[in-house]
Structures are given as C-alpha cells and as structure tokens.
C-alpha cells in the first residue's frame, strides 16, 4: 500500500526567508504526487502536481516542487514567504491503478507559521 | 472553473436524526469522492464513485451511506451517528478517478 511521510510537523519562517517543506512517498509504481493547502476550517487548495515529464512543477502562489525519483521524495519550495503563506499543507500521492485505483493517500501535515 | 460546492457548511445532529449532505459539482467530472477529517489530521477517503457506481468503499460504517443521483451531485447520508462521528466532511471530484482532485469548503459536522 501507499503511504507520505512528512517529517516536519511544524515549521516556523520569517516573512521573506525561503522555505522547503518534506515529502517521502512509498509506492511501487510511478506515483501520482500533489501537494494540498488548507487555511483551518476551509477545504483543500491545489498547489501543484506532477504526473510525469519534467521533475521540476511549478504551481501557484510562487511554489515549485521536486520529484527525485531516487530519494522517493516530493519536496515543496518557495524561495520567499508571504505572511499569507501560514496554512497547512499536505503531500500525498494518487494510485494510478489496481483494487485502490483513485486513491489519494495524504501525509499528516506540515503547519507552516510565518513571523513578521 | 474548478468549483465544488458543499451544503449545508455547518451542521449539528443528535445522536437519533437523519441527515443528508451535498455536494456539487459542474466540470464534467466523472469521479468523486467523500472525505472525512478529524482536527488536526489530514483527509482520510471515505468512498469513490467512478461514472456513478461506488467503487471504494473504506469500510465505512453503514450509518454513512453515499450516493450519487447523477454525474453532477453527489450525497451522504447520515443516520444514527455517534459523538466521534463530529469531523469536517470534504467532497471532492476529478476528470477520472487517477486525475486531479478538486476540493469543496466541506461542512462541519457536530453530533451531539
């Protein structure tokens, strides 16, 4: 079965610092990986995704992201941090196929709070 | 427009009422799906259903019972539920079941 490791439970950035959120994934085929951001109380938003092609995906609000296939990792970037940025955000990888096909499997989340 | 609507957004039930949430959708997705989330975990995929017909079932209690009228809505019904049973609900739909998944707002769910 799948499962997303994210290590860090919390982080802590000043506004303007980069920053780089962790993601392991296991899984025995290609996977499908997302990362998600949710604000408390509010539904999940895309950032990004990757499929396959180029291991370097851009997504929205300025995030990147890098699948190393050899680490099994999925890590998000932003090389500067909004004040808007404090949510929480999630890794998980999708199953293209078998009894599971369409699952999502989520990490158990990073909060990200940013300080003045 | 990638929008998923949930209603209703809150939600407080005794432990004896039957209750139905909602969930629209108007993309042309042809997979969606309920989540159930605790405070302070991430989702946890309750059922799937692909072109209509459930196809996951996460061994969810028989007090949620899911249903999908259509390609376009999706529901959950709610009977008999207990205290632990209070979470935030998401909905979600894709394309197909291995494409992006779009979230609604959930609804939040007390029971008392």
């Known amino acids: 079965a799948q499962s997303v490791t994210q290590p860090d439970i919390h982080i802590t950035v000043s506004e303007g610092a980069s920053l780089e959120l962790r993601c392991n994934y296991s899984y025995g085929a290609t996977p499908y990986l997302f990362w998600y951001v949710q604000s408390p109380g509010q539904g999940l938003q895309l950032l990004l995704k990757y499929f396959s092609g180029d291991t370097l995906v851009q997504g929205i609000k300025g995030f990147e992201a890098e699948f190393k296939r050899s680490q099994s990792s999925f890590n998000l970037r932003k090389p500067s941090v909004h004040w808007s940025d404090a949510a929480e955000y999630f890794c998980a990888v999708g199953v293209g196929g078998g009894t599971s096909y369409g699952k999502l499997t989520f990490g158990q989340g990073t909060i990200l709070t940013v300080h003045p | 427009d990638t929008e998923v609507t949930q209603t209703p957004k809150h939600l407080v039930m005794g432990m004896t009422n039957k209750k139905s949430l909602k969930c629209e959708q108007h993309m042309g997705h042809r997979a969606m799906y309920w989540y159930k989330q605790k405070a302070k975990k991430p989702p946890e995929l309750m059922f799937v259903y692909s072109y209509e017909k459930l196809s996951i079932n996460e061994s969810v209690p028989s007090r949620f019972s899911p249903e999908c009228p259509n390609s376009s809505l999706l529901n959950l019904h709610l009977h008999a539920l207990q205290p632990e049973d209070s979470a935030l609900y998401l909905c979600?739909?894709?394309?197909?079941?291995?494409?992006?998944?779009?979230f609604g707002p959930g609804t939040r769910l007390t029971v008392l």
């Open positions: 979600a739909s894709s394309q197909t079941a291995t494409d992006t998944q779009y």
